[in-house]
């Protein structure tokens, strides 16, 4: 069982950086495949970054790139979501999600098993 709680979220400007933080507990945090996803007030979850077990891969939606980096420390049981050059459309909540199989980089919303309660990002134009 791995349960997940993020934090780092808040108010900012457009232009402004926030750095996401997914803390976990369980011993098997370091073999599992880690990701990041959001949802805006009447939308679906949206995958925006992906990492593999070993932080050595990953992955990131189209709308992110260049501007988020994702990362782990798998010697403190956390994931990380930097986010750099933050909009107005990056406004949602974010949650940090973990699957129970595969170590690889996914990004599909149905194979993590785990997920955080999420934290509120809102970006001000």
């Known amino acids: 069982q791995v349960q997940l709680v993020e934090s780092g979220g808040g108010l900012v400007q457009a232009g402004d950086s926030l750095r996401l933080s997914c803390a976990a507990t369980?011993?098997?945090?370091?073999?599992?495949?880690m990701g990041w996803f959001r949802q805006a007030p009447g939308k679906e979850r949206e995958f925006v970054a992906a990492i593999n077990w070993s932080g050595d891969s990953t992955y990131y939606a189209d709308s992110v790139k260049g501007r988020f980096t994702i990362s782990r420390d798998n010697a403190k049981n956390t994931a990380y979501l930097q986010m750099n050059s933050l909009k107005p459309d990056d406004t949602a909540v974010y949650h940090c999600?973990?699957?129970?199989?595969?170590?690889?980089?996914?990004?599909?919303?149905?194979?993590?098993?785990?997920w955080g309660q999420g934290t509120q990002v809102t970006v001000s134009s």
């Open positions: 369980g011993r098997t945090f370091s073999t599992k495949a």
């Open positions: 999600a973990a699957a129970r199989l595969g170590a690889g980089v996914i990004i599909t919303v149905g194979r993590y098993d785990y």
